[in-house]
């Protein structure tokens, strides 16, 4: 499978984006998906999870509440909806596959390109 992240960009604080993770290939369903996202000087951390038939989800501490993943299997697309955004969101956000549920960053055998999303203050 392959991957193609869209959607970030610059926002104000408080406001809301729509991240986008396209996959093509017929296995897609079969797969766990996350969302990571890189700072610049940072390491690469999980955002969140959610499992192949979208009934688990499971966020990182610093976003829950506020983040939420999705998925439509039909249109091999996971989504990310980030509402109240904060200027220490700003990273570049990364999809992924996973066979293995959770937020192991060295689970993850497949990655996008990456979305940059800018949170001004």
């Known amino acids: 499978v392959q991957l193609q992240a869209s959607g970030g960009g610059l926002v104000q604080a408080g406001g809301s984006l729509r991240l986008f993770c396209t996959a093509s290939g017929r296995t897609f369903s079969s797969y766990h998906m996350s969302w990571f996202r890189q700072a610049p000087g940072k390491e690469r951390e999980f955002v969140a999870v959610?499992?192949?038939?979208?009934?688990?989800?499971t966020y990182a501490d610093s976003v829950k509440g506020r983040f939420t993943i999705s998925r439509n299997n039909a249109k091999n697309t996971v989504y990310l909806q980030m509402n109240s955004l904060k200027p220490e969101d700003t990273a570049v956000y990364y999809c992924a596959t996973t066979k293995r549920y959770g937020s192991n960053l060295r689970e993850y055998d497949t990655w996008g390109q990456g979305t940059q999303v800018t949170v001004s203050s």
């Open positions: 959610i499992s192949w038939s979208g009934s688990s989800t």
